[in-house]
């Protein structure tokens, strides 16, 4: 099988990384990780909807495996807004609510490190 890519693929590319990687409201992709989704592009499968696939399958791995992760959309507000708005977030939930929010993975691994390092300084007095 022969494969080609269309002229402007590779600028179509750029342009995509260069709006998702400056963008505030995304966690941020390190160099290695762009290039190797830029490698996969241009030498294994050279399919724009394979890249965004790749790509959304970092994103899910990261609100997976970073503590609170998903509370990422707060950095996007001043220093001063945040505390209010995570306020009337927490205020707005219910019991449903906070019961999905303590089963996210990010959520979970954050208070079993949370709880260790109380049982850690609590052993130590």
Avoid: W
């Amino acid at each position: 099988a022969q494969s080609f890519a269309l002229s402007g693929t590779e600028v179509s590319v750029e342009r995509l990384m260069a709006s998702l990687l400056s963008s505030s409201s995304l966690p941020t992709l390190s160099a290695a990780g762009y290039e190797q989704m830029q490698h996969s592009l241009l030498e294994e499968h050279r399919s724009m909807s394979a890249f965004v696939r790749q790509l959304h399958f970092c994103l899910l791995r990261h609100f997976r495996t970073q503590p609170l992760s998903f509370l990422c959309a707060l950095d996007m507000l001043s220093a001063n807004d945040a505390p209010a708005s995570l306020g009337s977030i927490a205020a707005g939930l219910g019991s449903v609510q906070i019961g999905v929010v303590a089963r996210l993975p990010s959520v979970t691994a954050a208070l079993k490190t949370k709880s260790k390092a109380v049982q850690t300084a609590s052993e130590a007095v």
